[in-house]
C-alpha cells in the first residue's frame, strides 16, 4: 500500500500552519515541505538513491528532521546513531545533517511504500548487546497516527 507524504499532504492543505517549532527556526508545513525537497534533490545529485543505506548521528534538532524526511523521500535506508555506539561491521555512510537552504517552488507529489524499510536503529533489548531493528514506512506513519489519536 503507498501512503502519501503527510508534510506534503499538509503542506496543501494548510501550508501556512506552524509544523516544526524548533530551537532553529519556526517552520510551516510548506517551507519544511521545500526544505525537505531541497535536500532530497540535493543528496540525490550526490548519488544517493533507492536502497542505500547511510547512517546520521541521531541528534534532536531540525537538520537531523529534515535529512531523515529527504533520505527516506530518496528510498534510502537510514541508520541513525549514537555516539556512544560504534558503526563497526555496518556497510552503511555517516553522512552529515544537511543545512540546504529551500530553493524548491515546485513540491512533487510523493507516496510512500508503507513496508519499504525506512530507519535502522540501535537497541540492545534485554540483552544488553546492541542489535538492530528495522522499521518501514508505515512502522512510523501508524506510530504516529495512534499517537494523535491518544
Known amino acids: 500500500m503507498k501512503i502519501l507524504c503527510p508534510i506534503l499532504y499538509h503542506a496543501h492543505k494548510n501550508p501556512h500552519h ?13 517551507s519544511l515541505a521545500k526544505k525537505i525537497q531541497s535536500t532530497a534533490n540535493h543528496f540525490a545529485k550526490q548519488g544517493i538513491k533507492k536502497g542505500d543505506r547511510l547512517a546520521i548521528l541521531a541528534k534532536k534538532d531540525l537538520p537531523t528532521l529534515i535529512t531523515l524526511w529527504a533520505l527516506m523521500r530518496l528510498g ?23 543545512s540546504i ?46 499517537l494523535l489519536n491518544k
Open 18 to 30: 506552524r509544523a516544526i517549532i524548533s530551537k532553529e527556526e519556526t517552520l510551516s508545513y510548506l
Open 76 to 98: 534510502a535506508v537510514t541508520l541513525l546513531v549514537r555516539e556512544d555506539l560504534p558503526l563497526k561491521g555496518h556497510k552503511t555512510t555517516l553522512l552529515s545533517p544537511a
Open 101 to 146: 537552504q529551500a530553493n524548491t517552488t515546485k513540491l512533487k507529489k510523493h507516496f510512500f511504500d508503507q513496508d519499504a524499510t525506512a530507519t535502522l536503529l540501535y537497541t540492545s533489548g534485554t540483552t544488553a548487546k546492541p542489535k538492530i531493528a528495522m522499521h518501514s514506512f508505515g512502522n512510523h506513519f501508524y506510530s504516529a497516527l495512534g
